[in-house]
């Protein structure tokens, strides 16, 4: 899986670097919006970790410079967002985007970072338990 | 804002309508002299009362001008058949005619003595002048013939003449004080915010004006009869109830200011030191290194005790009055961590009752509200200590105990400072009451507020075991059950 981690604070960008890279996926780093831009234009990326609040600019603004490679079915299904200002208006807005949005700090970072690489199997796991408990009531 | 402003306006407008019609006051003399306190149950004016009198019921017309001291034309109304008429009269006009019946040594006039059209006489007329504190008034008396007057009409009158005033005092002194009444009541209704009146003498009297959204109401005057015949008055803001409303607002500019700034610190403090922990964790699961691995791990620990801290410091400014089931003990010692910066050098102690040694004790409460005033006794108490004496054992003591029927829980906190001023004993709890040259004096009366809220209470008992001050924090142990923490 391609990855790039769009995020200003430089040991949170190391350390999913890290681990994600540990993981076996190939991923590439950056903590300016600007280059960011030209890097998802240039690739392919599958999953886009990406912070709010940058230095130069917000994660809300590259989502719209991509606009013109990604449709908005690619935008909510690679666009995923991290921040620490996790306030109504942000979830709002990254609802009308379609994407996922993770608050920092996380409480459970190897969770968190499953939940963002394989966002479908979190589905299928609840489509299970959900089933389970179906089962239950039944007997 | 905005209506705010309007309404100021508004009632401004309206105020200076109701100061001009002042000027108005004698014609309502005329018109509306209620003389329920000495004729029962009758209505009557002066002119009425004149012709209603045996001695002058063959006269026909009465013509009664007064002049207000100050004011540049004289009300007069004219009275005959039982109706009556409003006219103005220029004061010049009024003191020349003033001074000719003052001059002329009989009562009796002719119509041409006064040399004017503008007072309606016909024929011969009685008259005299008259002068009642605040007024001056001509009152002529006339059949409209030009018939000369009987002995027994020129005795009637002298009589008249002489009780005039006496009658006419009180009836003035009466309307006088139902026209100020009238105005006061129209001013404490009109004004923006709750006013307090008191009188010089010191009695006390408190008029909330419940009227400014709801202007049908009735505003609940008692005693106004009483203010409106003072003229030592004094009008004041605030007042004793006014003081809960003062410290809560107070208390929210504070908190908003203050929650608004924790916010913004906590989300800058709090990205960074994630970052901190994260590649801390990962640094140290990756080392072979014993001593760097246990460096790691204080490191990481550390981070972890900032993010709490920023995490108590937003909790204790936001204003969410949320019931929990929480540890007394954690509290207290939130508390003492909030305070760290001022307590830090001072020997403390936290002391429980045997009973709660092994207890947590849980209480149903808004944790964030003890914390904030227990935090606030604490740094009162830590800035009255300046000095250490080293004598006493601790310089602060917290001691804990739980009531005979474990309903409410006692936090006492103890210093070995000065104690209170005795003179600021009487208003320790109300805002704006300090001895700190930088205190805004609004921290007890908050921290009072607050325990209120609590269904507690927060008093001061004096010099305590330490022989500094010595505040209770009295707390139902479950809010829910309502429990009333009185000064028992």
């Known amino acids: ?139 | 804002m905005q209506t705010e402003n309007e309404n100021a306006k508004a009632w401004y407008q309206k105020w200076q309508k109701i100061s001009s019609s002042k000027k108005h006051f004698p014609i309502k003399i005329l018109h509306c002299l209620k003389i329920e306190g000495l004729f029962k149950n009758k209505f009557l004016t002066i002119p009425q009362l004149i012709l209603g009198s045996e001695e002058f019921k063959s006269f026909e017309t009465v013509i009664f001008i007064v002049h207000q001291k100050g004011m540049k034309s004289c009300s007069a109304c004219i009275y005959e058949n039982k109706t009556f008429t409003e006219f103005q009269v220029s004061t010049s006009l009024f003191n020349r005619v003033s001074k000719t019946i003052k001059k002329s040594k009989k009562n009796v006039f002719a119509q041409n003595d006064f040399k004017t059209k503008k007072i309606p006489i016909i024929g011969n007329t009685f008259a005299f002048t008259n002068s009642l504190s605040n007024y001056n008034t001509i009152t002529f008396l006339t059949r409209n013939d030009f018939l000369p007057f009987s002995e027994n009409d020129v005795e009637s009158f002298s009589y008249l003449k002489t009780v005039f005033e006496s009658l006419v005092t009180p009836i003035i002194k009466v309307q006088h004080i139902n026209f100020n009444e009238k105005l006061l009541k129209e001013v404490i209704n009109q004004f923006p915010t709750s006013i307090n009146i008191s009188t010089k003498s010191g009695d006390k009297h408190f008029y909330s004006n419940k009227s400014w959204n709801n202007k049908d109401a009735e505003v609940p005057i008692k005693g106004i009869y009483h203010l409106s015949s003072n003229k030592d008055l004094i009008f004041s803001t605030a007042t004793e109830n006014n003081e809960d409303l003062i410290s809560d607002i107070h208390h929210f500019n504070r908190i908003s200011l203050l929650g608004e700034l924790l916010n913004t610190l906590k989300h800058e403090l709090s990205n960074p030191l994630f970052g901190l922990k994260l590649y801390c964790d990962m640094l140290e699961a990756d080392t072979g290194d014993i001593e760097l691995k246990e460096s790691l791990q204080d490191i990481s620990f550390n981070v972890q005790r900032c993010n709490e801290i920023i995490e108590m410091f937003s909790k204790l400014y936001t204003d969410k009055n949320q019931l929990e089931v929480v540890s007394l003990k954690k509290i207290i010692n939130e508390s003492l961590t909030l305070a760290k910066s001022e307590i830090r050098f001072l020997k403390k102690n936290v002391l429980f009752h045997q009973s709660l040694n092994d207890d947590p004790i849980l209480i149903n409460t808004n944790p964030t509200w003890i914390t904030q005033i227990l935090f606030n006794l604490l740094i009162n108490s830590a800035q009255a200590i300046n000095n250490r004496t080293g004598k006493k054992s601790f310089d602060i003591l917290i001691t804990v105990e739980k009531n005979f029927d474990d309903s409410i829980i006692e936090i006492t906190v103890d210093d070995a400072g000065p104690g209170i001023d005795p003179n600021i004993l009487e208003n320790l709890f109300k805002p704006f009451c300090t001895s700190k040259k930088s205190g805004t004096g609004l921290g007890l009366a908050i921290c009072k507020n607050l325990s209120q809220k609590l269904s507690g209470n927060l008093i001061h008992l004096g010099a305590g075991t330490l022989g500094g001050s010595s505040f209770v924090l009295k707390l139902p142990i479950n809010m829910e059950d309502n429990y009333e923490c009185t000064n028992n």
């Not at chain 1, 350390?15 to 590439?28: D, E, M, P, Q, T």
């Not at chain 1, 917000?58 to 990604?70: C, H, M, N, P, S």
């Not at chain 1, 690619?74 to 995923?80: A, C, G, L, N, V």
Request: one cysteine or more.
């Open chain 1, 1 to 139: 899986m391609n990855v790039l981690i769009i995020e200003d604070e430089i040991l949170i960008q190391k350390s999913l670097l890290k681990i994600i890279g540990a993981k076996g996926h190939s991923c590439i780093g950056t903590s300016l919006g600007k280059e960011s831009i030209e890097l998802i234009m240039n690739n392919e990326f599958d999953l886009i970790i990406c912070d709010l609040m940058l230095r130069d600019t917000t994660g809300f603004d590259i989502i719209e410079a991509t606009k013109v490679k990604l449709s908005p079915a690619e935008i909510s299904q690679k666009f995923t967002i991290i921040t620490a200002y996790c306030s109504e208006q942000v979830l709002e807005r990254a609802r009308g985007y379609g994407c996922r949005v993770f608050e920092k700090p996380f409480v459970d970072l190897m969770k968190t970072i499953d939940t963002m690489l394989y966002p479908n199997k979190i589905v299928e796991k609840k489509y299970e338990f959900e089933e389970k408990s179906t089962n239950c009531s039944q007997a």
